[in-house]
């Protein structure tokens, strides 16, 4: 039998010497006791970083939705698979349960196979966290349709990018959304964003807030009437094990967002027994991820990690603040939550509110807390650990990223003491590698450096879609034969890692990745804009937020600065989305650069983060003036 369930310090040593030795033989275990396959592999593991090139459980075949689904049937058909907790508490939760969730993927299968949808296909979804978001991606997987969910905060020139960059032939939305006390109009983003999507030929729109929309005849259809005709059984399509499952966009440092192409086997088997272990779920637990499955925390544990292990997930669609910031704790208590896993952003958000609170809900039923995203500061950590898990539920600070599919270092709960703002250990399987500046990899403990993985883990992502060059580039080139995470790390005395950040132009505001070329780009369009740059700086929610250091065509030009601001932001907005919105922006000169026109973002960075007591040699600047001018100015 092999160790699916870690319950010990010494076990998870045991458990991962023998995957790091033997990693083929350790994940064939893994597969072959715990999933439904159609047809076993031929091959364990195939990869070469060079090309790069990686292969899990090469000539098997499945489908993933009767792993998540089909196979609970009989044992647990009645048991909750999804539990939707909606914005309003006074709307009623639903429990969808595994025989329910077979019926509505079933049917919603047969919808788009009935519109034209085939395998390989691409299908947009871009909707709020209602229960046809979990059923529609599975639903794809199910004919074998690759899913590209896009956030529905997005705009809709974030959307059409995305739409167009992978060709997606329909797109999947709702009438509208709700966000707290505010409804947001989806349906009328799309109508936006699709102008320039020819390539899109149905829209299925779902009901939520009942809003009187627009309808492109021939092009839109209601969703609800075309599932209540459909049949209820659908047949999964067998998939090779390297099928892709889905894409999902993620920023990137330069140019256009990088779609992450997630493969079937791989991604099951690893999301699966990362999920198991990393929350120690038991049967009848009930979990919750706060996250949107718009992201890659939602794919991996809301729908797919928690599904395959037979979980109780619970998907909320509204926010922590409403109808006051007690929300988060009232759903705990009335659903007995088991496991919450949350973002360090939301925590120091509802840590302002006090721990009042808190204190007025039982929290009794939670085993695990778990925290993901971006790093979590000491005094947010010790907060969630003294009101939220009353010292007695482990912290999980779970280190990943959109491109690795699954959790890669984190503690085991009861098993891996914790520490504060540490990751601590890789996970089973994951080989880790911190580099130095002349890209040799350091040895021993107490080191910081580059992280890096050294060897491949299954659910890594396996290319960017129509663009493996850049894959190969961003991820494979810094280091040979390694590939580079764009994170600082460190390891203390006993081998925990420590996540220091970003080492590259990507910014973490609340949790979310965004690059800062794009920003700038948007940034630029304004007509008065010469020149920007834009970097992070701390913030005691945000994590980071952003600085813009924006230059105008025309400095003599008495223009009202802060209307230019919120013009710089509602242009922010329509390109990107409310979340790459600038918190401060001042204008300048001129900005930082070297003999060669690069602007020193260096220089700026720390003075955005009033660190300007070493700013290092300045005089080689084409310009060192403007350094003491954007000092004296700063915000
Ligand atoms: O910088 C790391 C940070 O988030 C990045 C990945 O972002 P994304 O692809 O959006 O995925 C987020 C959810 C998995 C990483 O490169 N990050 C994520 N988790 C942590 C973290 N930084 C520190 N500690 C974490 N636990």
Known sequence: MSNYHIKHLEEYYQVYRKSVRNPEGFWEEIAEEHFLWRKKWDNVLSWDFSKPEVKWFEGAQLNITENCIDRHLATRGEKTAILFEPNDPKEAAQHITYNELHKRVNKFANVLKAQGINKGDRVCIYLPMIPELAVSVLACARIGAIHSVVFAGFSSTALSTRINDSDCKMVLTSDGSYRGAKTIDLKGIVDEALESCPGVKNVLVAKRINSDINMVSGRDQWLQPLLDNASEHCEAEIMNAEDPLFILYTSGSTGKPKGMVHTT???????????????????????????????????????????????????????????????????????????????????????????????KYDLSSLKVLGSVGEPINEEAWHWYNDNVGKRNSPIVDTWWQTETGGIMISPIPYSTPTKPTYATLPFIGIQPALMDENGDELKGNQVDGRLCIKFPWPSMARTIWGNHQRYKETYFSAYENKYFTGDGALRDEVGYYRITGRVDDVIIVSGHNLGTAPIEDAVNEHPAVAE?????????????????????????????????????NQIITESIGPIAKLDKIQFTSGLPKTRSGKIMRRILRKIAQKDTGNLGDTSTLLNPEVVQEIMDNVL
């Not at 037979?310 to 909320?316: I, L, Q």
């Not at 700086?537 to 030009?557: I, M, N, Q, R, W």
């Not at 009202?560 to 919120?566: A, G, P, S, T, V």
Request: glycine letters at 10%; charged letters at 20%; one cysteine or more.
């Open 265 to 359: 086997a791989g991604y099951m088997v690893y999301t699966a027994y990362t999920f198991k272990n990393v929350f120690q779920y038991r049967e009848n637990d009930v979990y919750w991820c706060t996250a949107d499955i718009g992201w890659i925390t939602g794919h991996s544990y809301i729908v797919y990690g928690p599904l395959v292990n037979g979980a109780t997930s619970v998907m909320f669609e509204g926010v922590p603040s409403y109808p006051d910031f007690g929300r988060f704790w009232d759903i705990i208590q009335k659903h007995k939550v088991n496991q919450f896993y949350t973002a360090p952003t939301a925590i120091r958000a509802l840590a302002k509110q006090g721990a009042e609170l808190v204190e």
């Open 532 to 568: 920007s740059a834009i970097v992070g700086f701390p913030h005691d929610v945000k994590g980071s937020a952003l600085y813009g250091y924006v230059t105008l065509k025309d400095t003599g030009e008495s223009r009202n600065h802060d209307n230019l601001r919120k013009e710089i």
